[in-house]
């Protein structure tokens, strides 16, 4: 493996945005940041900056009133970036699917490469699905000066 | 004038491998401070793991004065710590370093960001803290020794300028970026100040620069230690490096954020009293009161 591909896998910084969530994949997500499960172990640290971070860590129903945000970060992440869907609402609106104010799952949005259901999703769960995420990334071929890099369709799904 | 190139060639691998040991100690840093919190942490080359990812995202900027300052930034520190291990000038070093901090700052400027303003505001709040403190250390080490050639000093500072090495400690802070000075990269305040608009590569660029600014600081801090001996004298300033970056550890790990305005405060009081004591101290004993 290349160097910068190892160093990629190795090091991914994270950005997470809460478009509308109850808070309790927030607080899961922010568990991994605790001794319990310290994902600095990993090289992953919360960057909360696009233009700094890999992956985008999305958690709730994407509002009609957070869409142009969450589509104004995304554009603002420097290539290769992944998105991953964090709890039921992020990846498919859940309960809040056909609300009037609600565009439903962050797939309607931006491409999201891992989805990961729970309510709220479990920080083991979180930690799975970045690495899978991760495992997408060593497959997929980057070249910084590519034009696209597409998420595979419709993502993977982490089991939860 | 023949070149002794043997000598070149020491110096030219010092000043590519300080760099690669100030990585190093990030890493060793990153651990110990997990250890500290009862966490595992990344492993020791988990800085260079960044870096290289850094260089390999695509490059992503606002304007070309950005990357301009960015590059400066680089050269420039590399220039004063190139200037630093051949043994030149310690005054001319301090200056070719701090314009390297002054194009950092005018980089983060460049781009029309509040955060990256806001940071920028007080990278500049902290180069007015620690640049007279480092200036007048440097002017004490000149004064002690009757001169400022890096090559010259062949005598340890540290019976007689003690406390300037006390001094020191502030800017060894500062410079680190650590709790309680961490006041221009401020996390969960203002994302982190001047870097906010660097993105990919040029993250890198400023990255490694601040690699080799600390190097430099870090460098300052072995001249307080030599000895006839080689081995003694590699031993003697490994030494001073390791207690003085785990005394910042401590200090990071024990403090919170202190406000602008107490920085300054007690960067140039603290700093500038202790260094005016030591001056007084070093020109009694040429007086030969004690």
């Keep these: 493996m290349r160097a910068t591909d190892r160093s990629r896998v190795k090091s991914p910084w994270i950005l997470h945005f809460d478009t509308g969530s109850c808070n309790g994949c927030d607080i899961e997500t ?104 991760l495992k997408l990334w060593k497959r997929r071929a980057f070249s910084p000066n590519a034009s696209s890099v597409s998420a595979p369709a419709g993502g993977v799904e982490v089991k939860g | 004038m023949a070149v002794d190139w043997t000598q070149l060639t020491m110096q030219m691998l010092l ?38 990812k850094l260089f390999g995202k695509r490059p992503m900027v606002m304007n070309n004065g950005q990357i301009v300052f960015a590059y400066a930034f680089l050269i420039l520190q590399a220039a004063a710590l190139a200037l630093l291990v051949s043994g030149g000038d310690l005054l001319i070093v301090f200056f070719v370093s701090g314009a390297g901090s002054v194009a950092f700052v005018l980089g983060a400027f460049s781009a029309r960001s509040p955060y990256s303003f806001y ?39 540290l019976p007689a300028l003690s406390l300037a090495l006390i001094a020191l400690m502030v800017v060894l802070v500062i410079k680190l970026q650590k709790s309680p000075y961490d006041i221009a990269t401020a996390h969960q305040e203002i994302v982190s100040g001047p870097y906010v608009e660097y993105s990919g590569p040029y993250l890198g660029i400023t990255k490694l620069a601040n690699w080799f600014e600390v190097a430099i600081v870090l460098g300052i801090f072995t001249l307080f230690y030599w000895n006839e001996d080689a081995l003694f004298s590699i031993a003697g300033k490994v030494t001073i490096v390791a207690v003085a970056l785990f005394a910042t550890q401590v200090l990071d790990n024990a403090t919170a954020r202190l406000t602008r305005e107490r920085m300054l405060k007690f960067t140039l009081l603290f700093g500038i009293l202790l260094v005016a004591l030591n001056m007084a101290l070093v020109y009694l004993s040429k007086e030969g009161v004690f």
């Excluded at chain 1, 990993?42 to 700094?52: E, I, T, V, Y």
């Excluded at chain 2, 007080?122 to 007015?128: K, S, V, Y």
Aim: hydrophobic share 45%.
């Design chain 2, 119 to 157: 940071g920028s505001q007080r990278e500049l709040l902290q180069i007015l803290a620690y640049e007279p403190v480092l200036l007048l250390v440097i002017l004490l080490i000149g004064y002690d020794r009757g001169t400022f050639t890096v090559s010259s000093l062949d005598m340890s500072l």
């Design chain 2, 15 to 52: 000043v590519v491998l300080s760099p690669v040991a100030v990585g190093l100690l990030f890493g060793i840093d990153r651990k110990i401070t997990a250890h500290m919190q009862n966490r595992i942490g990344p492993p020791i080359i988990q800085p260079f793991y960044d870096l290289v």
């Design chain 1, 30 to 133: 922010w568990a991994l940041l605790t001794p319990r499960y310290d994902i600095e172990r990993f090289g992953m640290l919360n960057k909360a900056n696009p233009k700094h971070a890999d992956i985008l860590l999305v958690t709730g129903p994407v509002s009609m009133k957070v869409a142009p945000r969450l589509k104004n970060l995304y554009d603002q992440m420097p290539e290769p970036r992944l998105v991953i869907a964090v709890g039921n609402c992020a990846c498919t609106g859940a309960p809040f699917e056909e609300c009037y104010n609600v565009h439903g799952g962050v797939g309607k949005i931006i491409p999201v490469d891992v989805f990961i259901p729970g309510c709220a999703a479990r920080p083991e769960a979180i930690i799975d699905g970045v690495v899978l995420g």
